[in-house]
């Protein structure tokens, strides 16, 4: 049945290399290209110095020039990133290599390299490489000084930059946006499955339509469930008593299937692929055999029409079954994650649950004063129960007077329904944008509700198709 939904710290320590005539970090270039600095800035200096000096630039030129080289040598040596330059002092950093490699661009050089014409090719391309490296390493020491708290490695870079696109890409998602306090419904596996565009518009925009189908079906569940358990209406003060009760209604349930061998409307809460996940599984049986201890799950839809339902719905109802064994198979196998559970709902795991509560579970055997005193229950009754069976159960009934039109019984798949979680997440999560149902199963927009806003829709001046009940099973 389907749920109703009620920095990274970087060192910033810097070494520095004593022996270099410029103190520059090591950390932001290589032995290689520290070499290169200091033969470039040894040639631009002795360039600089020589009688044709003159011929490049003016006394008031060379006096910034001089001053700028004077500034990049004296560079603080401060053992904290954050303070390595001052915005002036980069500034002059800038204007000194700026110099550097005007003073050795190829309109100076020959003015410079004239005296010695059998020398002045090997000292052009000597000077014309160490002009790149320069202006390689200033455009990378500018990047590092200007964000001081960036990783070391352009790698660690991109890397970073990924993980905070996705930080706030998973922020801004629909699950943190509208599944942050209940975790995510199994119904919203199925029904982003069935159309996530339709998801989205739900989402976005108001609960779907409920039908006359929708009610007999939930009518038809509720008389089921009152076949085999006795209902108590409980009064909750906060989110701790709601959590409580549900956790509760799973330790009856369960007992109720260990000690009659049937159980209905049995919630699972879990961890599934990453996130918190809650359902409703429809029934319970335990095998006739006693040496058969697999419960099997069930799961039951049903029909407006004597018809059983097209592939399409069948293929949905089979996920909607695999993520409740899913859900069980982990919690008997006690990967129930408590701490995780407290932090993530924000529960305070010694609160003092209502009197209400604490009354009705001690009616049940179990009294309890605290919400942990109720997981610790959950998770031990967890232990006494075994995996689900492999073979699943999909029951069809005819709403008109439930008789049973068919039964599918299929496998479980456990590759198939992980890879139908994790696309489902993409989407929950923030990872893509939603898609629409491929054009083979376009049939399903004739009976959505957002037919006539959705991108599907090439006449969006054509009125919407006939809604009607028929076609689908009613959610359950």
Partial sequence: MNESHSELPFNTTTNYNSNSGVDIPTELVSEEEMAFIEAALASASSSLSSSTVAELVSEEEMASIEAALASTCTLPSSSTASVLVSEEEMASIEASLASTRSSLSSSAVPAICSTSQSHSHSQYEFQRKNARSIQSITLRAKRRFSFCTEPSDIEDLGSLRSNQKKKSRVADSFFHRFRIKTGLFVGDITATEWCEKKMEFLLLFGQRRNTEAMKTGRARHAKLEEEVVKKVDLHVKSDEDAWAVKLTNFIIGANQLLLDGLTRELPLIGFAEGVWMVGMVDEVRMPVTETDRNPILVDIKTRVRDTLPAEPQRRNGRLQLMCYKYLWDNLVADSFPSKQFFDFFTLDPYYILSKEIRENTAKSGFPVKTLDDVVRCYRNICSKLSPAKHELLLRYEYQKDNSVLGEDRFAYD???????????????????????????????????????????????????GPITDNLNSTPS
């Fill in 414 to 464: 456990s590759d198939w329904l992980k890879s139908q979680i994790m696309s489902c997440l993409e989407f929950w999560l923030g990872g893509r944008e939603a898609n629409c149902t491929p054009k083979e199963e376009r049939w399903k927009c004739w009976f959505c509700q957002f037919s006539s806003v959705c991108p599907t829709n090439t006449n969006p001046d054509s009125t919407q």
